[in-house]
């Protein structure tokens, strides 16, 4: 079964300090692996995409890193702010023969501390 | 920023009413899809549309209904709200190509906050 897992449920960190999101994912035959952040109340914001053949990718303080073989992606978040506080989803698409699809994850709720 | 909007934002409605929400974009893409999420859960699909006049079930079932009769607008229509519709309705929108789910980058609106007594 096409899943996407992410850990931990709900982080919480201090304003500064880094963190790191996991996403593992059964998702098969894989094409891409997006990390969107979903503010309260609003909808989810693309923030970085890797294919199969990229195994990192940064936008700003956000890095992303792909393990295509162990099917795990993290999101590191450097140096923390107040307006990082949202949910982070990872979001898995497959090859599909004819139709790629999307595999959401639940999400990691992040909240920065002051 | 996205060119992507719904309304309203919040609707608080008695059970048995027929609610239309409202999505529009400005961005000329050809598929949009709707999208409903509970809180602290994933998100699933429940329409999408190839473009004019073309409409799709997605994965999760649902009583509503949709339309596309114009490229930038793909409302969603419940006849007969229940309490189990309850929950936050997110509109996307993505460029042509790929297959119908869509590997592009897909565009989020605000959402609507559905709460049916």
């Known amino acids: 079964k096409n899943q996407v897992e992410q850990s931990p449920q709900s982080l919480i960190i201090l304003e500064g300090k880094n963190c790191t999101l996991q996403?593992?994912?059964?998702?098969?035959?894989?094409?891409?692996l997006r990390w969107y952040k979903q503010d309260t109340g609003r909808g989810p914001v693309s923030l970085t995409i890797?294919?199969?053949?990229?195994n990192t990718k940064s936008n700003g303080r956000y890095t992303a890193t792909l393990d295509a073989d162990t099917k795990q992606s993290s999101l590191h978040i450097t140096a923390s702010q107040l307006s990082d506080s949202a949910s982070y989803i990872c979001?898995?698409?497959?090859?599909?023969?004819?139709?790629?699809?999307?595999?959401f994850g639940r999400g990691t709720q992040l909240t920065v501390w002051p | 920023e996205a060119d992507i909007y719904q309304t309203p934002r919040y609707l608080v409605i008695g059970t048995g009413k027929k609610i239309t929400l409202e999505c529009s974009q400005t961005?000329?893409?050809?598929?949009m899809y709707w999208y409903q999420q509970d809180p602290g859960m994933e998100l699933h699909l429940i329409h999408y549309?190839?473009?004019?006049?073309?409409?799709e079930k997605g994965d999760l079932s649902s009583e509503s209904t949709v339309s596309r009769i114009r490229t930038e607008h793909f409302p969603l229509t419940l006849e007969s709200a229940r309490p189990s519709h309850t929950s936050q309705y997110l509109c996307?929108?993505?460029?042509?190509?790929?297959?119908?789910?869509?590997?592009?980058?897909?565009?989020f609106g605000p959402g609507t906050r559905l709460t049916v007594l």
């Open positions: 996403c593992n994912y059964t998702v098969s035959p894989f094409s891409n």
């Open positions: 979001v898995v698409s497959d090859r599909g023969s004819t139709l790629g699809r999307l595999y």
């Open positions: 996307a929108s993505s460029e042509s190509g790929g297959g119908a789910y869509s590997t592009d980058t897909q565009y």
């Open positions: 961005m000329g893409h050809d598929k």
């Open positions: 890797m294919t199969f053949s990229e």
């Open positions: 549309s190839y473009g004019v006049n073309s409409t």
